[in-house]
């Protein structure tokens, strides 16, 4: 059965999360997501690949980890995610104590979509050089399973690097929350085998899907599973999509090519504006259940 979600830019000015959590689990959505960037560098030069001129809510949203543990604790059954969390701007043993702790009070709720970055001076501030950034998160996603699942855990690589500790609680879901890839570059699919539990990507519209040089997501998804299946690794990778419009045609499109999860795009904007774009989605996701 597919699993129907949402994402939003949690920000200071829009619906906030507690009461958007309790308004999509009384509609029966699956899951709720939030965007993360610790800051914008007001001198910025790394251009927004989503066009020209940078939307405000980068700039203006809460920290993820606070906002989806507000929304746990309105909420029973809603899981709670990341849509992405920038590992490159997170301590390695700092973000791990986060994650775990905030699976193991939610029950075991947490979905964690993660990535990279694209703003080479916003991870410039963070202290990691943008041309290692993958290496980065690599190495610090590693060192986070390590510290999930050992009693005295240590990892010693070229970024990360630290003798055996002790770090509890554990996350409630065995070996951690999922780990889902928002990236789609040639690496991606190795990148998932290898490190992650699922494939996290942003949607494109047909037309831009159909054009040279786009995301393929069934070939992208063929690929992550045979890659898989040579790893060695058991079960089967999370096929996750994130700003999916509110088209019929184009959700039906999306389950047929192989996503489990389907995410909607909410605005970061008042309930006013949001909460009848959720009784529309939930329309449409309940008329696919």
């Not at 043993?93 to 979509?113: N, P």
Request: with cysteine; proline share 7%; net charge neutral.
């Amino acid at each position: 059965m597919v699993a129907f979600g949402a994402l939003i830019f949690p920000t200071d000015y829009s619906i906030q999360p507690a009461p958007l959590a309790k308004a999509m689990e009384q509609r029966g959505f699956e899951s709720l997501f939030v965007t993360e960037h610790t800051h914008i560098p007001a001198s910025r030069r790394s251009p927004w690949p989503g066009g020209r001129e940078l939307p405000k809510e980068y700039w203006h949203t809460h920290d993820p980890y606070v906002a989806l543990s507000a929304a746990a604790a309105v909420t029973t059954t809603l899981k709670v995610g990341t849509g992405i969390s920038l590992v490159t701007e997170h301590d390695p043993i700092a973000m791990a104590k986060q994650v775990a702790s905030l699976d193991f009070m939610s029950g075991g709720r947490l979905l964690l979509g993660i990535g990279a970055g694209w703003n080479a001076e916003e991870m410039g501030h963070h202290g990691v050089n943008f041309k290692d950034r993958w290496k980065v998160t690599r190495e610090r996603v590693l060192a986070m399973r390590k510290i999930w699942t050992a009693e005295e855990a240590e990892f010693h690589g070229e970024f990360v690097d630290f003798e055996p500790i002790w770090s509890y609680p554990k996350p409630a879901q065995p070996g951690g929350p999922k780990v889902l890839l928002g990236a789609s570059s040639k690496y991606a699919f190795d990148r998932v085998a290898e490190y992650c539990d699922g494939w996290f990507p942003i949607h494109q519209d047909a037309s831009r899907a159909k054009a040279s040089g786009a995301v393929d997501y069934a070939a992208g998804m063929a690929t992550i599973r045979a890659k898989w299946k040579e790893r060695g690794r058991a079960g089967a990778p999370d096929f996750t999509i994130f700003g999916v419009p509110g088209d019929p045609a184009r959700v039906d499109e999306l389950i047929e090519m192989g996503f489990n999860r389907l995410i909607f795009g909410l605005p970061p904007a008042n309930a006013d504006k949001v909460l009848p774009l959720l009784d529309r989605y939930a329309a449409l996701a309940h008329s696919r259940a």
